[in-house]
Structure formats: C-alpha cells, structure tokens
C-alpha cells in the first residue's frame, strides 16, 4: 500500500506562484516515486482549496491533512513559511516535512535572525529596523540595502545609492511589511549553503553555490528573469569553504531547523557575512537547493523521498 501524503502550496503573499510551482513539481516526484498524492491550494485571498481547486474552507483542508500519512509544505512567505502552516500540521497532529513554528518565524523574521546570528558569533550586516513611524528618522549618507522584514524572493528589496532613491525604495518595501530593515551594503561575493538535517542528529551539507552577480544586489528581477548566473560547485578554498559550512550548520541549530534550509551568505575578505535564512527555500528541481544536493549526490525523487520518511520516522517518536 502506497504513502499519502498532501502537498501544500499557495499563499496569501508575493511568493504564491512560486509556490505553486514547488508545489506542483514535488507533486509530480512523489507520484513518479510511487507516493499517493494529493495536493491542497491556499489561495492568494485565504481560501483553501482542494485538488480540483474546488474551495473546501480551512475545516475541509484540516480534513484532508487528517487522512494523509505526511504533510509536505511548500508555502514560501508568510502566513506558511512563518511556522503558522507548521502550527496547523502539529495541530492537527500530523507529521509534515520541514521546520517547525519556532524556526520557521524566526528565520522568516529578517531582523531577530541577525540577532540569532549575533548570539552564536556569525557577523551579519550592520543594520537599522524602522516602521512607517520611524521611518522619517533616518538620514541616509551612504549606499545601503532596503528590504522587508519578513518578505521572500526579494520582493520589495532595493539597493538605494544616493539620497533621492530612498523614498521609493522605502515605499516598495513598506508595500509587503509594517517593518523594514535597512542595511550596510556588503561586498563580497554571493555563496549559499543548503543544509540537510536527519532524524538522528547528522546534518548534511550540499555543494555550496555561488551567485554570479552583474548588478550589486540580487534582486527580485535578477532571480527570475532568466539572466542569473551559478557556479555550482562554488570554487571557494578549503578555509572559506569550512568557515561557510560551519556557519550555516551553527545557523541551522541556533534556529532550531528541520529538513532543509538553505542559509545564504556574502564570502568577504574577512569571512562569511550572514545575509538571510530560508528555511522553505524553493523546490522545483531547478530550485537552487535541491540542485545543490543533486551536485552532491543526492538526486530530486531521492531528496524528496528522504524528507518524507525523516517526517514519518519523527512524527512516530511524537506522543499523540
């Protein structure tokens, strides 16, 4: 008898149709890896949806979950990747694949996670936290990085370089957040590192991948319009190459992450900066992480297959 499982994707926030396009593609691995599968939509207006689309509310959704052996989330974004999909699943007392709720809102939350970082060690841009009311405050002198809070995808992040650019960049970034952050602009370059953790308390570290960046920030544009450029595996020496992995593993359980995260850093002249933590990132099988683990060995069908068993051998050793 096959596996249920429910795939999850959707949400109410600028990464729905990424969502819906990790969704689909895990939908389609697990059904070719012998997986029965259902899916579940989240719409962008709050209503859930089943697999013909057909609107079922949040009672038919919990339902469903219900008849499932594993939950498998992709909501990318808040009101998902946030924890509160994480809250519904423990809830409803179904196993699912990925973070729980703490690590899901702190890594979601851009500003506690450099605080996160902070605490372990981890050097992370010098930065500002401002709201609407605050906002009128601050006096730029010098370039730096806008961009939301709690956002995904670089939506809403802009690099402002002289002071006239501020206002726009303020409003496109107070468009999807009641808090902005606003950050020194580092130099260095781009690398991210996909973390992998088991059941047993072994954690796998993926080839990392280098971002090849002709503009100084990668931006929303950048990441989807086709024109970015990879180098997996990154070429880094064997110093810089242990001071990222062990970072991003020092990220990982200060967050108290599950599954795969993919922790993203600039490689300076003097060691790893943290940039930001996805504890959702995508995952389609050209998503970067699932690359990145395919370039180690461990193919797409393989990696998804792995999270749904560590989800069911965990949500086994969970009192009812």
């Known amino acids: 008898m096959s596996l249920r499982v429910v795939v999850i994707g959707g949400g109410q926030n600028c990464e729905h149709e990424v969502s819906l396009a990790s969704a689909a593609a895990v939908k389609r691995a697990l059904s070719h890896a012998g997986y029965e599968v259902v899916g579940l939509t989240l719409d962008e207006a709050g209503t859930w949806r089943d697999e013909e689309l057909r609107p079922i509310g949040l009672a038919g959704a919990v339902q469903v979950i219900g008849t499932c052996a594993v939950v498998v ?12 999909l994480a809250a519904l699943c423990d809830l409803a007392q179904v196993p699912y694949v990925g973070s729980g709720v703490g690590a899901g809102a702190v890594g979601m939350d851009k500003w506690i996670t450099k605080l996160v970082a902070q605490a372990v060690g981890i050097p992370v841009a010098s930065g500002r936290l401002l709201t609407r009311s605050t906002a009128a405050s601050y006096v730029w002198t010098h370039p730096v990085v806008v961009k939301p809070v709690a956002a995904g995808s670089s939506h809403g992040v802009s690099l402002v370089r002289d002071r006239a650019g501020l206002s726009a960049a303020l409003d496109a970034a107070f468009a999807l957040d009641e808090r902005v ?83 993203d850093f600039f490689l300076t002249v003097d060691g790893p900066v943290l940039n930001e933590v996805n504890t959702a990132p995508g995952f389609t099988e050209q998503s970067q992480a699932p690359k990145m683990f395919a370039a180690g060995g461990t193919a797409y069908p393989e990696l998804l297959d792995l999270l ?12 009812a």
């Not at 954690?203 to 100084?216: F, G, K, N, Q, T």
């Not at 070429?235 to 992450?257: F, H, I, N, R, T």
């Not at 068993?309 to 009192?319: M, Q």
Request: negative net charge; aromatic residues 4%.
């Open 73 to 84: 989330p992709m909501l990318h974004g808040p009101h998902g990747e946030d924890g509160t």
């Open 181 to 263: 952050l606003v950050e020194e602009l580092i130099t260095g370059r781009e690398i991210d590192v996909a973390v992998l953790g088991r059941p047993d308390g072994s954690r796998m570290v993926a080839p990392l991948i280098e971002i090849l960046l002709s503009e100084a920030i990668f931006d929303h544009e950048t990441k989807y319009d086709g024109s970015a450029r990879f180098r997996l595996p990154a070429v880094v020496d064997p110093v810089a190459q242990k001071a990222l992995e062990s970072a991003a593993l020092a990220m990982y359980d200060a967050l108290g992450c599950s599954g795969v995260a993919r922790v």
């Open 308 to 319: 749904v068993r560590d989800a069911l051998a965990v949500g086994k050793r969970i009192p």
